[in-house]
């Protein structure tokens, strides 16, 4: 799969495109993805996805911003899955928000992309002021095939980002994972933390974490991924660390039934289940013993 940052380093050719921020490329997405590579078969056109970075909301409401549900490199890695041909990541800045949607149109999407095919979801907006909808994106794309995808109902509701958002939130990941088609993944490089689960008897990788959706602080039965490919059965602490007065939130991973060093390396964490919330323990020997009850509960779900 090609990647193109910046719609301007395009060469010109027919594609179909889908468009949209894609967080978290779930179900619902999939349809308009699905979509997407229908409509290439059926015109010829190359199948590429238009999407963005930063999401639009870090630059034109950063109050109404919501944690991201994956990282960008992720976001690649699961629509090359899909097997779309390229995807252009369009690097959202305010100069590029203030464009009409009539220009954005033909600028962008018929003078760069080529777009001779166009699918986008339920939702869609765009241009300045989010003033364009997909009645004005015909209009301005005279010839263009556009469809607009029909939501993907759950329980009466769409399957989106934000109700995704709320569940891994809420701690509830079997939901979740039901939406995303897969666990919710946390991802980062493993950094030094103050060795304190070493010295109990449970080393952990402390994750410095680039994924802005997290959980709700508490235990969870996990899958890590070292550079080396292989996904171990894991327990992730997620929090404060009460029991030692700790400060400052972090992402701590205990693979089971390994002791390699890695630090520096980059780790993926696959969230699976939730086994508890975040406690305060009244001393170091009962904190020991629910470790220890933890890992045997990670043990039941994941071995």
């Given at each position: 799969m090609e990647v193109v940052y910046g719609s301007e380093r395009l060469s010109a050719q027919a594609r179909a495109v889908a468009i949209g921020n894609f967080d978290g490329v779930h179900l619902g997405h999939r349809q308009v993805l699905d979509h997407l590579l229908t409509l290439s078969k059926g015109t010829g056109a190359s199948p590429w996805v238009y999407t963005f970075d930063p999401p639009p909301t870090v630059v034109i409401a950063p109050e109404r911003h919501q944690p991201r549900l994956v990282t960008l490199a992720h976001k690649l890695e699961l629509l090359a899955?899909?097997?779309?041909?390229?995807?252009?990541?369009?690097?959202?800045?305010?100069?590029?928000?203030?464009?009409?949607?009539?220009?954005?149109?033909?600028?962008?999407?018929?003078?760069?992309l080529g777009a001779s095919a166009v699918a986008v979801g339920w939702d869609f907006r765009f241009g300045s002021g989010r003033g364009g909808d997909v009645d004005a994106l015909r209009a301005a794309l005279p010839g263009v095939d556009v469809t607009q995808v029909a939501p993907l109902l759950r329980d009466g509701e769409p399957v989106s980002s934000s109700r995704i958002r709320r569940l891994i939130q809420a701690g509830d990941l079997d939901a979740a994972a039901a939406f995303l088609d897969r666990p919710h993944r946390l991802s980062g490089t493993v950094v030094h933390g103050d060795a304190r689960g070493r010295t109990i008897g449970f080393p952990t990788a402390n994750i410095a974490n680039e994924v802005e959706c997290l959980p709700a602080l508490g235990v969870y039965a996990v899958r890590a991924r070292l550079p080396d490919g292989i996904w171990r059965p894991a327990a992730l602490n997620l929090g404060v660390r009460p029991t030692f007065n700790g400060v400052g939130q972090r992402v701590e991973v205990h693979i089971l039934d390994w002791a390699g060093d890695a630090y520096g390396q980059p780790?993926?964490?696959?969230?699976?289940?939730?086994?508890?919330?975040?406690?305060?323990?009244?001393?170091?020997?009962?904190?020991?013993?629910?470790?220890?009850?933890?890992?045997?509960?990670?043990?039941?779900?994941?071995?």
């Open positions: 899955g899909l097997g779309v041909s390229g995807v252009v990541v369009e690097p959202f800045t305010a100069a590029f928000a203030a464009q009409s949607a009539e220009m954005f149109a033909r600028e962008v999407l018929r003078g760069r780790l993926d964490v696959d969230i699976v289940r939730r086994i508890r919330g975040e406690q305060r323990f009244p001393s170091m020997e009962a904190l020991v013993a629910q470790i220890r009850a933890d890992i045997v509960a990670c043990r039941a779900i994941l071995v």
